[in-house]
């Protein structure tokens, strides 16, 4: 019989569910990281034990956590995430000229077929990805060249919030930002065209 496991990411920590293929009765572990707000937690669909958990609070700021034994035990990991050169500019709410900030990790994607690599959509939107589990971070500038400094935030922020990776194409990889629409690049995120407006 097959296991069926859910990460929950919550305001008070992570709890990881499992229950059989019947999902009557499931065991909870947790919380995890007691007392932080979880962004954003995922398991690697090359190893099943990894996982990657965005965590953030008011005082502490933002850590990546990562697991290599489904939860188990945890570790903190590399917390670097500097934009590519001269980011530049964005528009603020009220449409004055603002510097990109870092904040915050809101999504994280694992590649489906390496463990190691894990994509980032971050606020102010960016694009990252680590190719060491975590412990280093680099941006995927082509996204914000497609009218970056145009971009606004929504009422959340200016976050990535969505990533999708074409399982049949490892290059190309769907992203959704608040408020600036949806994008897609195939060349792994050398350059990015944009799909919708927001």
Same mark, same amino acid.
């Given at each position: 019989m097959s296991s069926v496991r859910v990460l929950a990411?919550?305001?008070?920590?992570? $709890? !990881?569910?499992?229950?059989?293929e019947k999902r009557s009765k499931?065991?909870?572990?947790? #919380?995890? $990281?007691? =007392?932080?707000? !979880?962004?954003?937690l995922k398991g690697s669909p090359a190893d099943p034990? /990894?996982?990657?958990?965005? +965590?953030?609070?008011?005082? $502490?700021?933002?850590?990546? +956590?990562?697991?290599?034994?489904?939860?188990?035990?945890?570790? #903190?990991?590399?917390n670097e995430f500097v934009y590519d050169g001269d980011p530049g500019m964005h528009q603020h709410f009220d449409g004055t000229p603002r510097p990109w900030a870092f904040?915050?990790?809101w999504y994280l994607e694992p590649s489906p077929t390496d463990p190691e690599t894990v994509y980032a959509g971050?606020?102010?939107?960016a694009l990252f990805k680590t190719s060491d589990g975590g412990q280093t971070w680099q941006e995927l500038a082509g996204l914000r060249s497609v009218d970056g400094h145009l971009w606004g935030p929504g009422a959340g922020g200016m976050c990535l919030h969505n990533i999708i990776l074409d399982p049949n194409d490892p290059n190309r !990889?769907?992203?959704a930002i608040s408020a600036a629409?949806? $994008? /897609?690049?195939?060349? =792994?995120?050398?350059t990015g065209n944009r799909r919708t407006t927001a």
């Open positions: 990411g919550t305001r008070k920590g992570a $709890f !990881i569910l499992t229950s059989d499931w065991d909870i572990s947790g #919380p995890h $990281f007691a =007392g932080w707000e !979880i962004y954003h034990d /990894r996982l990657y958990a965005s +965590q953030s609070t008011g005082w $502490f700021g933002q850590v990546i +956590q990562t697991s290599k034994d489904g939860g188990k035990t945890w570790s #903190p990991a590399g904040k915050r990790v971050v606020e102010d939107a !990889i769907y992203i629409g949806a $994008f /897609r690049t195939d060349d =792994g995120g050398v």
